[in-house]
């Protein structure tokens, strides 16, 4: 099964309006940190946000803030205001802290956030 | 945070030979993980470099093929051998400082 699902391949945004990036996750261990990175064209990995699944409050990063609900397994990314700047792929990823994979990283598919003038 | 150094930033090689990517850290870090990403497709990891033993693989990913080393607590290398068109791929270290996974610039490479 896919730990993280990421359901809209493409979005569209015109700037200076918000926009919600879709991400649910799959994982029984209790203990998981869940983030958000930006990948421009240059093919680098910007990290965005994270979000610990103990952390009560919702993670807040400038303009990025995660939608953390536990219940439903989803950790959607709002970028408000958004820029031409911000046109990129993200992704959605999820650290389980526990067990043999300790310390790696389990992504979504991606989605590509195209902002126009 | 910690700033990771990748070198190179993009290679065209020749199908038959390797490819060593370095990738230093400016901080001590245990772990340092190795991603691979194919042309249109997610992340994926390689394998995961301990310092002082030999590196763990996932499956799909064999040592002969994608030899690691790992000297010090703020280095480490990724050699793709022998490479194929399928090789072809953006490849990315990465560190975990705190609770936060960061990546270094990540290595585009075409074989052709």
């Known amino acids: 099964a896919q730990k993280i699902t990421q359901t809209q391949p493409g979005m569209f945004v015109q700037e200076k309006e918000a926009v919600t990036l879709d991400c649910t996750y799959d994982?029984?261990?209790?203990?998981?940190?869940l983030f958000w990175y930006k990948q421009p064209s240059s093919g680098e990995m910007i990290f965005l946000i994270y979000q610990g699944s103990y952390d009560e409050q919702n993670a807040t990063e400038g303009r990025y803030s995660l939608n953390f609900q536990k219940a439903r397994k989803s950790a959607n990314l709002v970028i408000s205001a958004s820029q031409l700047g911000d046109s990129a792929m993200y992704f959605c990823?999820?650290?389980?802290?526990?067990?043999?994979?300790?310390?790696?990283?389990?992504f979504g598919r991606g989605t590509q956030l195209t902002v126009w003038p | 945070s910690a700033v990771i150094s990748q070198k190179p930033s993009r290679d065209i090689c020749q199908r038959g030979t390797s490819l060593t990517i370095q990738c230093q850290v400016d901080s001590q870090v245990t772990m340092m993980f190795w991603y691979r990403q194919q042309p249109g497709q997610s992340l994926t990891l390689i394998a995961t470099?301990?310092?002082?033993?030999?590196?763990?693989?996932e499956s799909g990913f064999v040592i002969d093929k994608f030899p690691i080393s790992r000297p010090n607590l703020t280095f480490s290398t990724l050699t793709v051998s022998n490479m194929s068109p399928e090789d072809s791929s953006i490849y990315l270290c990465?560190?975990?400082?705190?609770?936060?996974?960061?990546f270094g610039q990540g290595t585009r490479l075409t074989v052709v």
């Open positions: 990823a999820m650290r389980e802290e526990t067990g043999s994979t300790l310390g790696r990283l389990y």
């Open positions: 990465s560190v975990q400082v705190g609770a936060v996974a960061f």
């Open positions: 994982t029984s261990d209790q203990s998981y940190g």
């Open positions: 470099a301990n310092q002082g033993s030999e590196a763990t693989y």
